[in-house]
């Protein structure tokens, strides 16, 4: 499996964007994905995650409420609407790929538990 993530770039404060991870192989729709980001001298940690078929999304507090998690298996891609940005937000955008159900506390926010990885792509919000 291949993951290609795109649609970081440079916002303002409060703007929006959209990012999509496309991925290759007939089996994404088994796949739980997630987004994690890693900012300069910062771990990387964890966004949000999407169960195969939507039923179950999750965020990270920080951005409840402003980032919008969502798949669509038919054209092989996942997308993470964000929205409200802040300079805080600012890092490396990376997609990834559990092949097997991983819906539970411990498994979609830890990075370790992704099987496949795209490449990052950049979002930089400035004040």
């Known amino acids: 499996v291949q993951l290609q993530a795109s649609g970081g770039g440079l916002v303002q404060a409060g703007g929006s964007l959209r990012l999509s991870c496309a991925a290759s192989?007939?089996?994404?729709?088994?796949?739980?994905m997630g987004w994690f980001r890693q900012a300069p001298g910062k771990e990387r940690e964890f966004v949000s995650a999407?169960?195969?078929?939507?039923?179950?999304?999750y965020y990270a507090d920080s951005v409840k409420g402003r980032f919008t998690i969502s798949r669509d298996n038919a054209k092989n891609t996942m997308y993470l609407q964000m929205n409200s940005l802040k300079p805080e937000d600012s890092a490396v955008y990376s997609c990834a790929a559990a092949a097997y159900y991983c819906s539970g506390y411990g498994c979609y926010d830890v990075a370790e538990k992704y099987d496949y990885w795209g490449q990052g792509t950049q979002v930089t919000v400035s004040s």
């Open positions: 999407i169960t195969w078929n939507g039923g179950n999304r």
């Open positions: 192989g007939r089996t994404f729709s088994m796949f739980t």
